[in-house]
């Protein structure tokens, strides 16, 4: 079967850094998505990775490491904004979309 | 552009019930998709269409049924709701579903069967 995990919750200090990790078993690989999702609000995307290594954007990074089937989300420089949940999401063989059930981030002043 | 916008988005029924959730979308996106969001489980793709006119099952279309007359709308009915479909309903969409491209997200409609 096709299985995503992430841990259900994390918490973390404004201005600390955290790594949210996601780990996958899908059948067949087309890229790997995380969104963000803040409570009561629909996902939205944070970034794609397709190629192994790590794309940067601003405070967020992803990494993908297609060989181990793993990976993860960093955010520097947390700000109370970033309270949210984080979706870890592959696309299949199929092209459809594989959901992690989320975590949950809880960032404290 | 307003993007995906969903109606309704709360909605209370009892047990029997039917309704109707209307996705309507303004970008000319060609793939529309209707999922559904539990506690403690990912987004579960119920249904969705590659284009106008078409349209295909998901993981969990039990119960459930689906229209794209207009490339711009995605309805998605219930015929006789069950307790077991209390969840967040979302609509996304994307311009083309064989590609990488990033899916848009509607707000959701929130419903509650007793």
């Known amino acids: 079967g096709q299985n995503i995990d992430q841990p259900t919750e994390m918490t973390a200090t404004e201005g600390a850094i955290v790594q949210i990790n996601c780990t996958y078993q899908?059948?067949?690989?087309?890229?790997l998505f995380w969104y963000q999702q803040h409570a009561g609000e629909a996902p939205t995307f944070l970034s794609y990775n397709v190629l192994d290594g790590l794309e940067e954007k601003g405070r967020f990074s992803s990494f993908l490491s297609r060989s181990k089937g793993y990976s993860y989300l960093l955010l520097k420089e947390l700000q109370m904004k970033d309270s949210a949940s984080y979706l870890c999401a592959v696309l299949d063989s199929n092209y459809q979309l594989i959901w992690g059930a989320g975590t949950k981030l809880i960032i404290k002043p | 552009n307003a993007g995906v916008t969903q109606t309704p988005k709360f909605r209370v029924l009892k047990t029997g019930q039917s309704m109707t959730l209307l996705c309507a979308q303004d970008m000319n996106h060609e793939y529309m998709y209707w999922y559904r969001q539990d506690p403690g489980m990912g987004l579960r793709l119920i249904h969705y269409s590659v284009g106008e006119g078409t349209t295909a099952k998901g993981e969990v279309p039990d119960g459930y049924n689906v229209s794209r007359l207009k490339k711009q709308n995605f309805l998605l009915g219930l015929e006789s709701a069950a307790p077991s479909q209390t969840s967040v309903y979302f609509c996304a969409s994307t311009q083309a579903g064989d590609s990488t491209d990033t899916q848009y997200f509607g707000p959701g409609t929130r419903l509650t069967v007793l």
């Open positions: 899908t059948s067949g690989f087309n890229g």
